[in-house]
């Protein structure tokens, strides 16, 4: 019997104001690594983001 290897989570806190490459730069290199899943964690439920770029990440 050989044991599986387990899943490992990496949560990204995510802040109002936060810089999409700060984020994303890391999220996209942790995509390339086996048995790593990442979460996002805000401050509240919505949009959390950069209100002068107009960009964001829908928290759930």
């Known amino acids: ?25 890391p999220v996209e290199l942790l995509g390339h690594v086996p048995h790593v899943a990442v979460d996002y964690v805000g401050p509240h439920l919505g949009v959390v983001g950069h209100e002068v770029l107009g960009t964001g990440v829908a928290m759930r």
């Not at 044991?3 to 700060?22: A, H, M, Q, W, Y």
């Open 1 to 25: 019997m050989t044991d599986l290897p387990r899943k490992r989570r990496v949560s990204v806190v995510l802040f109002e104001g936060f810089e999409l490459l700060d984020v994303f730069g």
